[in-house]
């Protein structure tokens, strides 16, 4: 490991202007604003309408607000990183239609597929680049369109996802700021849980395979429920002992927007109080990707140098970690 750290020195979001409400699902499903409110957090999502415009949209608009608040040359980013299960198609890569768009013209680009894991996965990978020495700008994008992959008349899935797309971008540092410590895991045994089945080359679209609805996102709620409450709440107390961390010297949770049942049960665990948790699960529901970079979007302003920040995730693979962040900058 060198003494190079890879700070987050600028953070870019976006999300649709469409607000699918409560109100307006539960005249598309058997479902109850009262029901969605106590079972999840969620009031209200976003949804990126309109023909043949893909997650791709959520990341361009995301990258060019962080082009435009951090006021970056584009063609000075090494590396754009893109963390989605949503992609606009199985290939190119999202990464490169993005980078592309924004102008980082000598980027190298890829996308990244670790579900709602997606961008802590990313942020870290991007952070290994940069502490290597090899580059100096690193762009990690998390964003999904999630309505893309729901089944509006699923009542146990469509109520929780909605669409966005928040940024980061990396830079070198000496001073101890930056990403800290880490632990990732990941275990295939989860895919039972949680997927969508068809789509890929095991199952490749056909009649039956649209008939069957398999290329919607398949949930069994209350297993994932468990693995998320025990997984995230765990790694993160773990991340915070070995870096000693006490709860009174972690500034904010930034937990991953699946439920806030599940939000609350790793902020009791870590013995963070519900001020210094970060959310925004009422405005946006569960963006996959895009949850953990939109809450430091939200945030931003509250953040002070030298905060430090406990990151969790868990999602479909399954896949979980925690990431410990001191933060770099004040705005
Ligand atoms: O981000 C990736 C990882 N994903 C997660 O972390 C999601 C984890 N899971 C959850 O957040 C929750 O399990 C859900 C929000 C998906 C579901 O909440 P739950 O408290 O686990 O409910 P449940 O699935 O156990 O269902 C309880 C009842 C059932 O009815 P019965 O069988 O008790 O009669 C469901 O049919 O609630 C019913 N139900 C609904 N009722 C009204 C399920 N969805 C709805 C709905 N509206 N939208």
Redo the contacts with the bound molecule.
């Keep these: 490991m060198t003494n190079i750290r890879a700070a987050i020195t600028g953070v870019g979001g976006y999300v649709p202007d469409y607000i699918l409400t409560n109100q307006e699902?539960e005249t598309m499903?058997?479902?109850?604003d009262e029901?969605?409110t106590s079972?999840?957090g969620i009031k209200e999502r976003r949804i990126l309408k309109g023909e043949g415009r893909g997650v791709s949209v959520l990341g361009i608009e995301a990258v060019k607000d962080l082009i435009a608040k951090t006021k970056i040359d584009p063609k000075e980013i090494d590396l754009v990183i893109f963390a989605t299960v949503t992609a606009d198609m199985t290939f190119p890569a999202t990464a490169n239609l993005v980078a592309t768009a924004v102008g980082a013209t000598n980027a190298f680009s890829f996308d990244m597929s670790a579900?709602?894991s997606g961008f802590i996965f990313a942020l870290t990978t991007g952070a290994s680049y940069i502490q290597s020495g090899m580059y100096k700008k690193v762009v990690v994008i998390g964003g999904d369109k999630m309505s893309a992959i729901m089944d509006y008349t699923d009542?146990?899935?469509?109520?929780?996802?909605g669409d966005g797309a928040g940024c980061v971008l990396l830079e070198p540092a000496t001073e101890d700021v930056g990403v800290i410590d880490y632990i990732l895991k990941s275990d295939g045994s989860g895919e039972s849980y949680?997927h969508m089945k068809a789509g890929g080359s095991r199952y490749p679209a056909s009649l039956e395979t649209i008939n069957a609805r398999h290329h919607f996102v398949y949930?069994?709620?209350?297993?994932?429920?468990k693995?998320?409450v025990t997984h995230m709440a765990e790694v993160s107390a773990q991340l915070a002992e070995r870096n000693h961390l006490k709860a009174d010297d972690i500034a904010w949770l930034v937990p991953?927007?699946?439920?806030k049942?599940?939000i609350d049960a790793t902020a009791q665990r870590v013995g963070i109080t519900e001020d210094k948790v970060m959310m925004n699960i009422e405005r946006y529901g569960?963006t996959?990707g895009g949850?953990i970079p939109l809450l430091l979007w939200d945030y931003e302003k509250k953040l002070k140098k030298g905060d430090n920040l406990i990151i969790s995730?868990?999602?479909?693979g399954f896949t979980w970690g925690a990431v410990y962040v001191k933060w770099a900058y004040n705005s």
Aim: proline letters at 0%; charged letters at 10%.
């Design positions: 699902l499903v058997d479902t109850s029901w969605i079972r999840t579900a709602c009542r146990t899935t469509c109520i929780i996802f949680l949930q069994e709620g209350a297993a994932v429920f693995f998320a991953h927007q699946a439920n049942r599940i569960n996959t949850t995730a868990f999602g479909g």
